[in-house]
Nanobody, 123 residues
Framework: QVQLVESGGGLVQAGGSLRLSCAASGSIFRSDAMAWFRQAPGSEREPVAAISGTGSIYAANSVKGRFTISRDDAKKMLYLQMNSLKPEDTAKYYC?????????????????WGQGTQVTVSS
């Protein structure tokens, strides 16, 4: 049984920063890929950033240079540092994990999901 619990969301002004955290429990291994997705009202869930079991990183074009994904396997934690936030970053952010080392960007490739944490960026 795998559980993912996100934290760190909130309300922030444009230009501000937030750090999201995801605590994993259960049979998630350091070799498994993990990711952050987000979903705004009326929109599809989209990939934000992903990190492979070997440390390779993917970041969506819309967040490159602003968001950084990282993981601490000893603590079973996944992080998303978000800087220079924009109103269009407003969404619910989800932590996801898959049983496999390779990065994937399709939500259907991920086996486990957290409940999400809301990020709201005001202009």
């Amino acid at each position: 049984q795998v559980q993912l619990v996100e934290s760190g969301g909130g309300l922030v002004q444009a230009g501000g920063s937030l750090r999201l955290s995801c605590a994993a429990s259960g049979s998630i291994f350091r070799s498994d890929a993990m990711a952050w997705f987000r979903q705004a009202p009326g929109s599809e869930r989209e990939p934000v950033a992903a990190i492979s079991g070997t440390g390779s990183i993917y970041a969506a074009n819309s967040v490159k240079g602003r968001f950084t994904i990282s993981r601490d396997d000893a603590k079973k934690m996944l992080y998303l540092q978000m800087n220079s936030l924009k109103p269009e970053d407003t969404a619910k952010y989800y932590c996801a994990a898959r049983e496999g080392a390779l990065i994937r960007t399709m939500k259907g490739d991920y086996d486990y999901w957290g409940q999400g944490t809301q990020v709201t960026v005001s202009s």
